[in-house]
Nanobody, 133 residues
Framework: EVQLVESGGGLVQAGGSLRLSCTAS?????????IGWFRQAPGKEREGVAC????????GYADSVKDRFTISSDSAKNTVYLQLNDLKPEDTAVYYC?????????????????????????WGQGTQVTVSS
């Protein structure tokens, strides 16, 4: 059974930083999977913020977080991180990670696709990030 567990959320002041973690279990080969980070603010739709393909290292970001958020992967720990810097009140949301198999699909699955929630098969429960002004 595939499971994803997010951690690292919390309350931070504007301009502060947090590092979120997404640890996966049940994936036979971590490098065969892509991981996406999404967020959902109250009253808003869930949006993709960052993604990484563990098979070929491609990374993508939403324009709203580019230059502030950094995604990285540690295959030895089956964990993907999302470093959140220069946080703004509008970053307040529940942050989710999700995964889908990408091995063999690298030439057809773009980073744009990897930022779309409909592409993913498995989801974590989410971690709350609250940014105070």
């Amino acid at each position: 059974e595939v499971q994803l567990v997010e951690s690292g959320g919390g309350l931070v002041q504007a301009g502060g930083s947090l590092r979120l973690s997404c640890t996966a279990s049940g994936l036979a080969t971590f490098d065969h999977w892509a991981i996406g980070w999404f967020r959902q603010a109250p009253g808003k739709e869930r949006e993709g913020v960052a993604c990484i393909s563990n098979s070929d290292g491609r990374i993508g970001y939403a324009d709203s977080v580019k230059d502030r958020f950094t995604i990285s992967s540690d295959s030895a720990k089956n964990t993907v991180y999302l470093q959140l810097n220069d946080l703004k009140p509008e970053d307040t949301a529940v942050y989710y990670c999700a995964t889908a198999g990408i091995i063999g699909l690298e030439s057809v699955v773009t980073t744009t696709t990897m930022l779309e929630e409909g592409w993913y098969d498995y989801w974590g429960q989410g971690t709350q990030v609250t940014v105070s002004s």
